[in-house]
């Protein structure tokens, strides 16, 4: 018989919390608010993530608690916000295998519900909605600063609620939380509104690049380019490209070091792109999923377009 | 003594109603929310706009019945959503002279209070919020179609619940018009989702020319520019330019046939921008304004940019 959330969670005294890798505003608000929360109960609580928290988040106080530390003396793992444990990251790769137990709290469709509990609900437009019905079954209170991690989750994931997975219901919520204090402004002023000139040099030269083959409309951001440009990350770019009306299907290519492509995969709302990051050994939303390749553009670009195009074909 | 929006709307017969020049979502939708909603009062409705309904909005139904119409045995003027009497536009510049009653519904700060009646409320971050509480106090049920003209209207002031006029409220509101069957996907795919692949281009090409001036990011729009594209409009680059996080302000010199130039401008909280655009004989809201201004780009681009200059000092 599977255990429930309330008898995993009682009897620990030492939580270790983990956020997915390339960790969004989701999963690192979440973290914050539900360790803000277990603070609350008593409990010590470690913060943990493979990948550093980009500083796009770092308007988010104790992101710097943050870190990649052992799992010691602790007798808790929570995984917040990950869709398979593929997102734990080489850092905590094995951690499954402790013999800890493992409450899996996320909203992935595709979770393959890897815990010891899952607190697993596709419905919730974020994991910042299944924390904040969470706290309040626990009758926590919501203070500014937790509202402000759990508005953070909301409007990332949503895109300032603009995705299909935007419910009368979260926007109730986001509205009780904003009532606590919390900020859509802020949020979006320091999320999305916040690119550097050098970045946006980078957009430009990835949109004189731009190709709509097809359905398809996809561009590349190199190495030399992002050196040339002064940026470290185009930024979502690849939401824009989603945006181009001849398209059903936007693709980025990102050249890493040591031969590896990091592809960005977007598309119109009927057409499940995350069926061509899976198949590259990937994963994400139906609308929104990536994946990392082997290989050199060259070798990369057209095996990822063709597999996207038969997705689209099979679409029709 | 000033009569109540009721001792005019309840005699009239024949209702003018009069969205803003260079019409958007909020003008558009709250002026089909509210004709819907005077027809099943028994009230005739004309829709007039001195400007075509661009293509963005043709996704709402009933936009085809805006026109530029002469008011003829109509009994009362509404105007929607505009912030004074110049947004009338050339067609209807003298309806204020006319000796008819005029209802002037808006929810801009710097409303002169032009009407007969004015129902002007900054505290909304929309007019189609305005035009919700109206129809909810003359107990007219919310369909899908008014719950979708009145969602437009916020969705598109609030660029998506990311602006400062955003409140706890709107959200509510926005929840409780999605609940009536209103989508907030179907608006942000329709309005913000639909870019054509020459738009994209077209940005790559201002992004390439894009400068920044001390705390202001700048470029142009030339008419050059559109024609290798194939891009009518630059769809709102000026709010990416707005997000570059060295800039305090962003300004878009659009070049017009005849010697014109317009000018978009944003500015972050605590910027007042709309005094440019002021001074330029144009007008907007703190951190969204525009002007038009006639000359070439040699001749305009200085002379704005020192005005900015001039009002990013004097916020310091």
């Given at each position: 018989m599977t255990r429930s959330l309330q008898q995993v969670i009682d009897p620990a005294k030492k939580v270790f919390l983990i956020a997915h890798v390339d960790p969004d505003g989701d999963t690192i608000g979440s973290t914050l608010a539900l360790a803000h929360a277990l603070g609350k109960r008593g409990k010590k609580c470690t913060l943990a993530c493979s990948d550093p928290v980009p500083s796009?988040?770092?308007?988010?106080?104790?992101?710097?608690?943050?870190g990649v530390p052992q799992v010691t003396d602790h007798d808790l793992i929570i995984t917040v916000d990950l869709s398979d444990p593929g997102r734990l990251g080489r850092a905590y790769e094995h951690v499954l295998e402790l013999s800890l137990p493992v409450v899996n709290i996320d909203h992935h469709i595709?979770?393959?519900?890897?815990?010891?509990?899952n607190l697993v609900r596709s419905d919730a437009a974020a994991t910042a909605e299944i924390i904040f019905d969470l706290l309040s079954d626990w009758g926590i209170a919501l203070d500014q600063l937790m509202a402000t991690y759990l508005l953070t989750g909301i409007v990332t994931d949503t895109r300032s609620f603009s995705t299909?997975?935007?419910t009368p219901r979260v926007l109730e919520v986001a509205s009780e939380l904003m009532g606590k204090g919390a900020s859509v402004t802020e949020i979006n002023e320091s999320?999305?509104?916040?690119?550097?000139a050098g970045t946006l040099r980078l957009w430009g030269r990835m949109l004189d690049r731009m190709e709509l083959d097809g359905r398809i409309i996809w561009s590349v951001n190199t190495l030399e380019m992002r050196r040339e440009c002064r940026a470290d990350s185009d930024n979502g770019i690849v939401n824009l490209l989603g945006t181009?009306?001849?398209?059903?299907a936007a693709v980025v290519f990102r050249e890493h070091e040591g031969h590896r492509i990091e592809i960005s995969m977007r598309s119109r709302p009927g057409v499940d792109i995350s069926s061509v990051a899976v198949h590259f050994g990937g994963g994400g939303h139906p609308q929104a999923a990536g994946a990392m390749l082997d290989g050199n553009l060259e070798q990369v670009i057209p095996r990822v377009l063709s597999r996207t195009r038969e997705v689209l074909d099979s679409a029709d």
């Open positions: 796009l988040l770092s308007f988010l106080p104790g992101v710097e608690k943050f595709t979770n393959p519900m890897f815990g010891t509990v299909s997975n935007t999320y999305y509104r916040s690119k550097g181009v009306r001849e398209a059903l």
